[in-house]
């Protein structure tokens, strides 16, 4: 296998729908050109490529002084644990060196404890562990509905 990486934002839609399928994020997939014009939108896109196949992305958005937040990192699962996503996640880390602050956020069910394990290897930590907390709006609707 050998895997390459590239930095372009533009994939086709069915490129985009199969990785995204692949890893159950149905929720993106759902408003796919929505989906499409996000990435397209990103700062920082990284794809990982066996021949003319997408096999994972990873991308951020930056402004590229003090804070970079990871939006998405997937990878087919048939490329995981062969080092895919771990090399694009250290590709990420150097393009964002020198950034003060770099945010993930994932899942906190008990599937994902593995993922929290992955992403401290990367010297990640939880929020919990800086002493601070994190506060989200996932849909500004619902937060118009209670304002």
């Keep these: 296998m050998n ?6 934002k ?11 399928t692949s890893v159950k994020w149905i929720v993106y997939t759902n408003d796919l ?5 996000a990435i397209s939108k ?8 066996n021949g003319e196949e997408l096999v994972g992305l990873i991308r951020a958005l930056t402004d590229e002084e003090t804070i970079a937040y990871i939006q998405d990192i997937l990878v087919f699962p048939a490329y995981h644990k062969q080092g895919v996503g771990s090399q694009l996640i250290r590709r990420m880390l150097a393009e964002l060196k020198g950034i003060r602050q770099i945010v993930l956020m994932t899942d906190q069910g008990e599937a994902s404890l ?3 394990d992955w992403y401290r290897s990367f010297g990640f930590k939880s929020l919990e562990d800086w002493g601070t907390i994190g506060f989200a709006i996932l849909d500004i609707g619902e ?3 209670t304002m």
């Design 3 to 8: 895997i390459t990486f590239s930095n372009q």
């Design 10 to 20: 533009y994939f086709s839609s069915q490129q985009v729908n199969d990785l995204y």
């Design 33 to 37: 050109p929505k989906l499409l014009r």
């Design 42 to 49: 990103s700062d920082l896109v990284i794809s990982a490529w």
């Design 114 to 116: 593995p993922l929290h």
């Design 143 to 145: 937060a118009e509905a």
